[in-house]
């Protein structure tokens, strides 16, 4: 036995899930143990208080700061609306006068002796947050939030882009191995997430966008591609937050990867169902990864449930993740104890690996994943 | 401290917790046993102490003594009864993210510059500088302050005398934002005021009841003054008092500890000062992790760090190639690489960060990335540590036609006397020699300078020990934490390829060396000897122009290296040729291409 890695992605058919939705501050929470919600129905709601914005006022009106507090028509806590003058100065008995007006509507939160400045409070924001998965209310943070609990099959994929999504799943090839192309985008796919295999091509993807798809799931994809449908390169393994229509979840890794055979088998087995999905990915210290989810009316009785393997056991069925075998599927034959020299020269732990096409191959224990057997 | 002869000491990281024993044997401090756990300040543990029990654990079992009790307390000696315990416990910690800060100044390139150097000393990771003078509008700075919920913040301006309403403005601009911190609900935002200390009752006007506000000294007294000592000094208070309560286990583990837990940057940073001042040398470290690269510089006695917070060999690879580009990253690679297999190998590395090159070839490229890695992070520190921006100087003729000028940077690679590399890519490169060539190219030492790697990656816990036992610390560093490569002789300048570059005459010796070229001279570790360097044509290497310098070499694991492949270094911009010329340079060191 030994370890390898693990991205500990759950692919199951049924599952209990529960999402947490919080609000980014304190605010009304709009539901109750046990209420049936949709994806869409708000749950809870807030407002923003909104910044502040300075108005100048010593130096729009020419005066040191002590004389643009006196000449201030607006004191602390007042409503003022765009347009309102905050402070009027009068010379030469009266006869010029000089005023210095808002061009914000809010509240008068400060007003600085030491600069002359006026510090308007803009309105605030409402904030809502929607329950994202169809479910019940399982439990209720006070002034926070919810958790929304449902019963369903759970895809989590290793690298998304784009935020959360809802739509019913279409299936868009007809085989794992499959590239999704431009042609299998139909008019029919728009608001739904639409399912691809070994990857998808840029085409596919800014068409996809066009006719509103909401969301696009494949094994794989060329980096070349993502960084023009996106715009630009990313840096940073910290996703979720980019300005796109369809949210794009990769099941396997950069490049062109036949999806996992029962990952495919198990979306396809959700076609015309309503899923919500998540693009959100952060691999770091608190491992967030893109997500397929469908609430199920009933448990499924076809699909047995499936539990990743996180023991590595001579038979155990693995995916070699890294060159020179990088993709291919295979069964562990040996796992010798002791560390090996590899050909980079490193002495690390490994494994002996008997490939889908009988290849006997030796990899570091490192460049592994377990899959489900 | 004369008792001292057992001391334990943990570094709780992000990902994992290390623990090292170290022992009085005979006259000497030396390093005994080192245990590893994962660190737990997640779910489900949220108890960093239960990460330090179990990495302490590993360290009884392998020391095959006694140091934790019936609780899984450690034990700590209070009379001199041996055998089980220790008479110290100490501690370091970057779990949680560190320490995350925002720095404040009115002018960018003066109080700005300088908070950033007050913080980034402390061990903080800057998340946003903001300036009165940085081109944002107020609003989105106010935004940017309410998004980022940092740690902390610094605000200073103004020399003493100087400045008030532009400091008034700042302190208006934080309020205005109303930031939370990141950690603790509830908890008012720790505020560090370092500024015109003729600000200070209108700054606290504004911040008072507001934030929980510090005020220290002037970080920038005057135009040509730094008084980063009592700034960092809060920041360290405030992370103990402040952070790390709020961090889960930690209020815990400080009750343990026989003095106040360190930020992980601010022990390695102090440990590098021991090292420049006990030695006195110009040193420069570098530790490159998987998310982020430290680097670390003493320059005639001044003391400087910088962390280029995504810069790294997995969480953040694919950051490296968007701020180096695939030329920069292929251009180190002794054989073609095609763009887009690049490209999906980085992003593939960077979804799964913990996989491990196979063979030769993806081992080559990962070491190229890493070139530009610590080539960027070390540019990022050459802009930062550097003299005072904004200084009238009285400048000569000879200053004119120089062009000094003020702001220049305080690196100095031919008075460098040492450079020593740390992280995974560096310290467990498969060939030791692989980490010279690595840190050779990217840093492209002048002079004589020895090269040396940070052999398990002990420098925090030898920090914190610094603060409290130097002698230990020293002693421990020198013998078991620093493994020398070797001393690396590169005169500057330029020749014609094939010119004799340099002569280096060792025990009678000579070696001639051609422009272009690199050759590895045998000597062992400890061995050192006095050296004749006698640059060719108009080269230097530290004596002046084509002047012969008589220099003290050392050995190491790797051996002395003379490279004469001129400074800057300058690759063969044909592909072919340039391909050429490094499988000469990795044959010169006894390295396989591929």
């Known amino acids: 036995m030994g370890t390898a890695y693990t991205p500990g992605l759950k692919v199951s058919p049924g599952t209990v899930i529960r999402k947490q939705r919080r609000l980014p501050l304190k605010g009304k929470v709009l539901v109750g143990v046990g209420d049936r919600v949709a994806a869409d129905t708000v749950v809870a709601r807030t407002d923003i208080p909104g910044i502040i914005q300075t108005v100048k006022v010593a130096e729009i009106l020419g005066l040191e700061p002590h004389e643009a507090v006196a000449a201030l028509q607006v004191k602390e806590g007042e409503e003022v609306a765009a347009g309102q003058i905050l402070a009027e100065t009068r010379s030469f008995f009266g006869l010029l006068r000089s005023e210095c007006k808002t061009p914000f509507t809010g509240t008068v939160e400060l007003i600085s002796h030491a600069t002359g400045h006026v510090g308007i409070r803009l309105p605030s924001k409402p904030v809502e947050v929607s329950a994202y998965i169809n479910g019940t209310v399982a439990e209720v943070m006070e002034d926070e939030g919810v958790v929304v609990e449902t019963y369903g099959a759970l895809v989590q994929g290793i690298f998304g882009v784009g935020g959360e999504r809802m739509g019913k799943l279409a299936m868009g090839v007809d085989s794992p191995e499959a590239v999704l192309t431009d042609d299998c985008i139909k008019d029919e796919h728009a608001e739904a997430v639409v399912i691809g295999g070994a990857g998808v091509t840029l085409a596919a993807l800014r068409k996809a966008a066009g006719i509103g798809v909401r969301g696009v799931v494949v094994g794989a994809i060329v980096d070349t591609d993502l960084v023009a449908y996106l715009g630009h390169d990313i840096g940073v393994a910290i996703t979720g937050h980019e300005d796109i229509p369809t949210t794009l979840i990769l099941t396997e890794g950069f490049g062109s990867l036949a999806m996992a055979a029962r990952t495919f088998a198990l979306l396809k087995s959700l076609e015309g169902r309503d899923v919500s999905i998540n693009g959100a990915t952060q691999i770091r210290a608190g491992v967030i990864r893109p997500e397929i989810i469908a609430p199920l009316d009933v448990r499924p009785d076809e699909l047995k449930e499936w539990t990743q393997g996180q023991v590595l056991d001579v038979g155990t069925h693995i995916r070699v993740i890294r060159e020179p075998h990088f993709g291919r599927l295979g069964e562990v034959t040996k796992l010798p104890p002791e560390p090996v020299r590899i050909e980079s020269g490193a002495v690390v732990r490994v494994l002996e690996a008997k490939l889908a096409d009988g290849q006997t191959v030796i990899v570091p224990r490192a460049n592994v994943e377990i899959i489900e057997g | ?594």
């Open chain 2, 1 to 594: 401290m004369a008792d001292v002869k057992s001391i334990l000491a943990t570094d709780c990281g992000s990902t994992t917790t290390k623990a090292i024993l170290i022992e009085k044997q005979r006259d000497e401090y030396r390093l005994v046993v080192r245990g590893e756990a994962p660190t737990t300040v997640e779910a489900p543990f949220d108890d960093v102490t239960v990460g330090v029990i179990n990495a302490a654990r590993e360290v009884e079992e392998l020391a095959g003594r006694r140091i934790l009790d019936e609780q899984g307390h450690i034990i700590i000696r209070k009379d001199s009864a041996e055998g089980e315990g220790v008479d110290l416990y100490l501690s370091t910690s970057s779990a949680g993210g560190g320490l995350q800060m925002t720095v404040a100044g009115v002018v960018k390139a003066m109080s700005a510059e300088s908070a950033e150097r007050a913080a980034l000393g402390a061990g903080a990771i800057i998340i946003d500088v903001i300036a009165v003078d940085d081109g944002r509008k107020d609003y989105e700075k106010v935004r940017r302050i309410r998004e980022l919920r940092p740690d902390m913040i610094l605000c200073s301006g103004g020399t003493d005398g100087g400045t008030v309403k532009h400091l008034v403005e700042l302190a208006e601009m934080i309020v205005s934002a109303d930031p939370k911190p990141r950690l603790g609900i509830g908890v008012r935002l720790p505020v560090i005021y370092a500024g015109n200390k003729d600000a200070r009752e209108a700054v606290k006007e504004v911040l008072d009841e507001r934030v929980d506000l510090r005020i220290v000294d002037n970080l920038r007294p005057t135009l040509d003054r730094e008084n980063l000592g009592p700034a960092r000094e809060a920041i360290h208070e405030l992370f103990l008092q402040h952070v790390m309560q709020q961090a889960p286990g930690y209020s815990k583990l400080s009750k343990w500890v026989s003095s106040g837990i360190m930020s992980t940057p601010n022990a390695v940073g102090k440990i590098i000062q021991t090292v420049a001042e006990q030695m006195q040398i110009d040193v420069l470290a570098a530790d490159i992790g998987g998310a982020t690269t430290d680097v670390f510089s003493v320059f005639g006695g001044t003391y400087n760090r910088t962390v280029s917070a995504n810069l790294g060999m997995s969480y953040s690879i694919c950051n490296v190639l968007a701020e180096a580009g695939t030329a920069n990253i292929s251009r180190w690679a002794p054989f073609d690489v095609n763009e887009a297999e690049l490209r999906n190998a980085l992003r593939n590395k960077m979804i799964r960060p913990t996989t491990i090159p196979q063979t030769m070839r993806d081992l080559r490229i990962e070491q190229a990335v890493a070139r530009e890695a610590l080539r960027l992070a070390f540019e990022h520190h050459k802009t930062l540590a550097r003299s005072l921006k904004g200084v009238q100087t009285i400048r000569t003729v000879g200053d004119m036609m120089e062009q000094t000028e003020t702001g220049r940077t305080l690196v100095d690679l031919m008075s460098l006397s040492m450079i020593i590399g740390s992280g995974g890519v560096l310290s467990h490169a498969p060939r030791r020699t692989e980490a010279a060539y690595m840190m050779l190219d990217a840093y492209q030492p002048e002079g004589v300078t020895m090269l040396a790697v940070d052999s398990i990656f002990m420098m925090p816990q030898l920090g914190v020990l610094s603060s409290v036992h130097p002698e230990a610390a020293a002693q421990v560093f020198e013998r078991d934490c620093l493994i020398k490569l070797g001393s690396v002789i590169a005169p500057v300048g330029k020749m014609k390829p094939g010119e004799i570059a340099c002569s280096v005459t060792i025990d009678g010796v000579s070696h001639n060396v051609p422009f272009g070229s690199l050759e590895l001279v045998p000597l062992g570790p400890g061995e050192t000897r006095q050296a004749a360097i006698k640059p060719g044509g108009k080269m230097d290497i530290g004596a002046g122009r084509g002047r012969e310098l008589s220099a003290k070499i050392e050995g190491g694991a790797v051996g002395v290296i003379i490279d004469c492949r001129g400074r800057p270094l300058m690759l063969p911009e044909n592909g072919p040729a340039r391909i050429e010329k490094l499988r000469e340079w990795h044959a010169a060191l006894g390295l396989e291409v591929q």
